[in-house]
């Protein structure tokens, strides 16, 4: 929370914001704003542990609209032909910002995409936790025992908007309600319900519990500092310095004259 608030205890320290959240301690590594971007570095870090024989399985996640870039095929590639373990999951719902599936992708089908490039893989409910969480666990198994590489297709949807500035003029608020009726966590706590493995009070702790988990994040990225960061830009990224640069100046009065924005200029 407190990297989307740029602040200097967010975990690239402020600088990555949403599209580059990174953490090696973690081994997570990326937020890439390029789309695909992260595809060929998971490729790297498997050949890496493939080369160090160390036995880890890499988790590559990427939208659908990934999978018409060029990286992605070159990766898949040599993903197959070095066997490298890395475990592909695209989520595919259905819009890559506002365009939907059947005009971005001439094989709808995506996982047979990774198939011909001989990458055993599979589509999934991405909508049944069951059903994410069985592939997923079966993959892993696969990749880690040094089958080479697998790719699963997670079939869901966005509810909201690709961004905040999204007004998603491109898809019905009826088909938006009709996903949303089956979405993943309402289909979830149905069947623990029916299974007998929740009631009411779990349910409202657990809820609870999220909420001050959520709170204090957004607390702890409130109060942290910004730009304590060290290296050549250290403070530069503090919006009240910047605003009151030369350059910020220039850039606060241009975006004044723009605003609101007309439809020839947005
Ligand atoms: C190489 C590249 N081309 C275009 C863009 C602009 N862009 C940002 S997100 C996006 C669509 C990505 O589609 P998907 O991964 O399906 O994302 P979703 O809309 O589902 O969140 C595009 C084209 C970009 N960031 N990088
Ligand atoms: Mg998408």
């Not at 040094?146 to 007004?167: A, C, I, K, V």
């Not at 309402?186 to 909420?211: C, K, M, N, P, Y």
């Not at 050549?232 to 975006?255: F, M, N, Y």
């Amino acid at each position: 929370m407190a990297e989307m608030y740029g602040k200097a205890n967010g975990c690239s320290r402020g600088r990555g914001g949403s599209m580059h959240m990174f953490d090696a301690s973690r081994r997570f590594y990326g937020g890439h704003a390029i789309v695909a971007g992260g595809i060929p570095f998971a490729v790297g870090l498997a050949l890496a542990d493939k080369l160090q024989d160390r036995r880890r399985v890499t988790a590559c996640f990427f939208g659908e609209g990934a999978m018409a870039e060029g990286e992605f095929h070159e990766s898949m590639n040599l993903a197959a032909l070095w066997r490298l373990p890395v475990l592909f999951l695209c989520e595919n719902n259905l819009y890559a910002i506002s365009t939907p599936l059947p005009v971005q992708q001439s094989e709808r089908e995506l996982y047979l995409k990774a198939h011909a490039y001989r990458i055993p893989s599979e589509a999934v409910d991405g909508m049944d936790v069951y059903a994410v969480e069985t592939a997923i666990a079966r993959a892993a198994a696969a990749v880690r025992r040094g089958d080479g590489p697998y790719f699963l297709e997670l079939r869901t949807y966005r509810f909201r908007g690709h961004s905040m500035g999204d007004p998603q003029r491109y898809r019905a608020k009826e088909e938006i309600a009709d996903w949303e009726k089956r979405g993943p966590i309402v289909q979830f706590v149905d069947r623990l319900r029916r299974d007998g493995l929740l009631d009411d009070a779990t349910l409202a702790a657990i809820e609870r519990d999220v909420g001050e988990e959520v709170a204090w994040a957004v607390e702890e990225a409130e109060r942290g500092p910004w730009g304590a960061g060290r290296g050549p830009r250290e403070g530069r990224l503090q919006p009240g310095r910047w605003l009151s640069s030369p350059t910020g100046r220039r850039c606060a009065r241009r975006c004044a004259r723009r605003w609101p924005p007309t439809r020839a200029s947005s």
